[in-house]
């Protein structure tokens, strides 16, 4: 049976039939008021039921939509996202529709020109992957609403990505970038004492809760329940985790430490001197200068304290589903990634010894 849903700010109607390919076929009303869409749907319904309208049909003429345009459409329906992912989504679409042209219309959008955008920009192998993989989604989601007929990245080449072991920190490099932030604090002469000493509140609480950079901006004290000792990430409204699911967390002693530092009356528990919120962005920039300063790894991001949360997490003997559960991760196969550099570390720990003892 045909049902109408709202996705964004746009009404779809959406078919079903277990012996067309696929097997669901959405289709946009191009309204953003129930009444019109509810007029709009009934119309195709009982068109379809008649015989007399197929939205699997090849024949189908694909509308004549501008890049542009579509791209503006697709980027509302995506409004329940993380902010990341939705910034991904702006940023890439924002780059083909600049480097295609606003006017081309999508269905005109071959893979050829996919290929020669991806292929621009003397990008790496992992970015193109990005890129590929951000823009399918919009294609599919324009074949579903009948703006074209077939995904243009099904042709496309992309070169070999290596998958490289998740770039983690050791007690040390922590304990070096922490110092640093708080040389660097008492130190500078442009700035008060404590001005930049919630970097190192933020780098404590990213370590102990293994949160995204995204969550951790969007974590609010409202978030913490300190009566049975929980944290709740997502699950409110202005709080999105990558995957839109909620996860509780464990006020543990160490972050219950960490957080009693904190003399802030902002309503965010990692915000600027001034008490103002922070952008991913803003806090990836910052954590890589004191990255520098600290003289770590160039590799070494924000997100390796995530990483580092989750290998200390495996380590100390947690199961994998613990650990996956912990971290928000999507399947069991994300979290096997770690288990990889305790074997690595098992292995150069065993050669140490060797030579020690040959020594």
Same mark, same amino acid.
């Given at each position: 049976?045909?049902?109408?849903?709202?996705?964004?700010?746009?009404?779809?109607? &959406?078919?079903?039939?277990? *012996?067309?390919?696929?097997?669901?076929?959405?289709?946009?009303?191009?309204?953003?008021?129930?009444? &019109? &869409?509810?007029? *709009?749907? !009934?119309?195709?319904? !009982?068109?379809?039921?008649?015989?007399?309208?197929?939205?699997? !049909?090849?024949?189908?003429?694909?509308?004549?939509?501008?890049?542009?345009?579509?791209?503006?459409?697709?980027?509302?329906?995506?409004?329940?996202?993380?902010?990341?992912?939705?910034?991904?989504?702006?940023?890439?679409?924002?780059?083909?529709? /600049?480097?295609?042209?606003?006017?081309?219309?999508?269905?005109?959008?071959?893979?050829?020109?996919?290929?020669?955008?991806?292929?621009?920009?003397?990008?790496?192998?992992?970015?193109?992957? =990005?890129?590929?993989? =951000?823009?399918?989604?919009?294609?599919? +989601?324009?074949?579903?609403?009948?703006? %074209?007929?077939?995904?243009?990245?099904?042709?496309?080449?992309?070169?070999?990505?290596?998958?490289?072991?998740?770039?983690?920190?050791?007690?040390?490099?922590?304990?070096?970038?922490?110092?640093?932030?708080?040389?660097?604090?008492?130190?500078?002469? /442009?700035?008060?004492?404590?001005?930049?000493? +919630?970097?190192?509140?933020?780098?404590?609480?990213?370590?102990?809760?293994?949160? /995204?950079?995204?969550?951790?901006?969007?974590? *609010? +004290?409202?978030?913490?329940?300190?009566?049975?000792?929980?944290?709740?990430?997502?699950?409110? #409204?202005?709080?999105?985790?990558?995957?839109?699911? =909620?996860?509780?967390?464990?006020?543990?002693?160490?972050? %219950?430490?960490?957080?009693?530092?904190? *003399?802030? =009356?902002? &309503?965010?528990?990692?915000?600027?001197?001034?008490?103002?919120?922070?952008?991913?962005?803003?806090?990836?920039?910052?954590?890589?200068?004191?990255?520098?300063?600290?003289?770590?790894?160039?590799?070494?991001?924000?997100?390796?304290?995530?990483?580092?949360?989750?290998? /200390?997490?495996?380590?100390?003997?947690?199961?994998?589903?613990? #650990?996956?559960?912990?971290?928000?991760?999507?399947?069991?196969?994300?979290?096997?990634?770690?288990?990889?550099?305790?074997?690595?570390?098992?292995?150069?720990?065993?050669?140490? !010894?060797?030579?020690?003892?040959?020594?």
């Amino acid at each position: 049976m045909p049902s109408l849903f709202k996705r964004g700010d746009r009404y779809y109607v &959406a078919f079903y039939s277990s *012996k067309k390919s696929p097997p669901r076929k959405q289709v946009s009303l191009r309204v953003s008021g129930y009444k &019109a &869409a509810k007029a *709009k749907s !009934a119309s195709l319904i !009982a068109q379809y039921e008649g015989g007399s309208y197929c939205p699997w !049909a090849p024949s189908v003429e694909v509308s004549p939509v501008s890049l542009q345009g579509a791209a503006k459409e697709f980027l509302q329906t995506r409004s329940n996202l993380s902010p990341q992912s939705i910034q991904k989504y702006h940023s890439v679409l924002g780059q083909f529709v /600049r480097f295609v042209g606003s006017d081309v219309q999508v269905r005109d959008c071959t893979g050829t020109i996919v290929q020669s955008f991806i292929d621009s920009g003397n990008r790496k192998p992992i970015t193109k992957k =990005t890129y590929s993989t =951000t823009l399918s989604p919009f294609f599919n +989601w324009c074949i579903g609403i009948g703006m %074209m007929r077939t995904n243009p990245i099904s042709s496309i080449r992309l070169p070999s990505v290596q998958k490289g072991l998740p770039k983690t920190l050791s007690e040390e490099e922590v304990s070096c970038l922490l110092k640093t932030i708080g040389s660097y604090d008492q130190d500078s002469n /442009r700035f008060p004492d404590g001005t930049v000493l +919630w970097m190192q509140r933020a780098v404590q609480v990213a370590l102990v809760l293994g949160l /995204r950079v995204s969550e951790l901006c969007q974590l *609010k +004290w409202e978030d913490i329940d300190y009566k049975n000792r929980t944290i709740r990430v997502g699950g409110r #409204a202005g709080f999105k985790t990558k995957n839109s699911k =909620t996860r509780l967390l464990p006020l543990t002693k160490n972050l %219950m430490d960490v957080l009693s530092t904190s *003399k802030t =009356t902002s &309503a965010f528990v990692i915000s600027s001197s001034t008490g103002k919120g922070l952008s991913g962005h803003y806090l990836s920039t910052r954590f890589k200068y004191f990255c520098r300063l600290a003289d770590l790894p160039r590799h070494i991001s924000f997100h390796s304290l995530r990483h580092t949360t989750c290998t /200390r997490l495996i380590q100390s003997g947690a199961s994998l589903e613990v #650990a996956r559960r912990f971290m928000g991760h999507s399947s069991v196969s994300v979290t096997q990634r770690y288990i990889h550099i305790c074997d690595e570390q098992f292995f150069r720990a065993i050669e140490h !010894a060797e030579s020690n003892e040959s020594n």
